[in-house]
């Protein structure tokens, strides 16, 4: 089985870098975590990732006159590890149509909230002021537009009566560090298909608080 050469694309300490690393350091995983790239040489996710024994790299956002330069420079570093598939955990850039062209149908996010609601920051905060009732997570392909793309995976968490956005926050990912490496599996391995803005796959889990496309066996395959 070749495995599918992926980079995760950090800013901060990485928490859904750990769980995607440690999905695939199962051999039969379809996806190899091959780099770890960040945007700040600070990012303590980068100590994480190599300790883990995954290469590393950064190139300093702030050292560059523009958003495309950077991206240029982030391309190189892609292409000298020949990666050919990107999984953003708390990348804190926008990137330009001319970046997400490169990798249009190669790049995955995972967003705190359950898309198209909250798109954006501060998404706890949000669903809390709405009185929202069901609060989540969501791993979609990337799009030019802000947290646009075809859903590949969500998972739902009870907003309940005493939450705060911390104790939200922290069910919220909890979930994500679970869907993340599902959703991955299912596009590396090429069980679903993107058809317009949607990703179609095997029938709906069982479980209701996951909406991914062949859940259950992806979860079976991942423990």
Same mark, same amino acid.
């Given at each position: 089985?070749?495995?599918?050469? %992926?980079? !995760?694309?950090?800013?901060?300490?990485?928490?859904?870098?750990?769980?995607?690393?440690?999905?695939?350091?199962?051999?039969?995983? #379809?996806?190899?975590i091959a780099l770890v790239l960040s945007?700040? #040489?600070?990012?303590?996710?980068?100590?994480?990732?190599k300790a883990a024994g995954v290469a590393?790299?950064? /190139?300093?956002?702030? !050292?560059?006159?523009?958003? +495309?330069?950077?991206?240029?420079?982030?391309?190189?570093?892609?292409?000298?590890?020949?990666?050919?598939? @990107?999984? =953003? *955990?708390?990348?804190?850039?926008?990137?330009?149509?001319?970046?997400?062209?490169?990798?249009?149908?190669?790049?995955?996010?995972?967003?705190?909230?359950?898309?198209?609601?909250?798109?954006?920051?501060?998404?706890?905060?949000?669903?809390?002021?709405?009185?929202?009732? @069901?609060?989540?997570? %969501?791993?979609?392909?990337?799009?030019? +537009?802000?947290?646009?793309?075809? @859903? $590949?995976?969500?998972? *739902?968490?009870? /907003? =309940?009566?005493?939450?705060?956005? +911390?104790?939200?926050?922290?069910?919220? =990912?909890?979930?994500?560090?679970?869907?993340?490496?599902?959703?991955?599996?299912? $596009?590396?391995?090429?069980?679903?298909? $993107? +058809?317009?803005?949607?990703?179609?796959?095997?029938?709906?889990?069982?479980?209701?608080?996951? !909406? /991914?496309?062949?859940? %259950?066996?992806?979860?079976?395959r991942i423990s």
């Open positions: 089985m070749t495995r599918l050469r %992926t980079a !995760i694309l950090i800013s901060g300490r990485g928490s859904n870098m750990d769980a995607l690393i440690a999905a695939a350091r199962d051999p039969s995983f #379809p996806a190899d945007n700040r #040489p600070d990012a303590p996710g980068l100590a994480k990732a590393t790299a950064a /190139v300093d956002h702030k !050292i560059y006159a523009g958003r +495309e330069e950077f991206e240029r420079s982030l391309q190189i570093v892609l292409e000298t590890y020949r990666i050919n598939f @990107i999984c =953003l *955990a708390g990348f804190m850039r926008m990137f330009t149509p001319w970046f997400v062209g490169q990798w249009r149908g190669r790049m995955l996010n995972v967003h705190p909230a359950l898309l198209p609601a909250y798109r954006g920051l501060d998404t706890h905060e949000r669903a809390l002021a709405d009185g929202a009732k @069901i609060h989540g997570a %969501t791993v979609h392909f990337v799009m030019p +537009e802000m947290d646009e793309g075809p @859903i $590949v995976a969500q998972a *739902a968490v009870p /907003v =309940l009566d005493d939450d705060t956005p +911390e104790t939200l926050a922290a069910r919220v =990912l909890a979930q994500e560090h679970v869907i993340y490496p599902m959703a991955l599996q299912l $596009v590396a391995s090429g069980a679903v298909r $993107v +058809e317009g803005k949607r990703v179609l796959g095997a029938p709906a889990p069982d479980d209701a608080s996951l !909406i /991914v496309p062949d859940a %259950t066996l992806a979860r079976r």
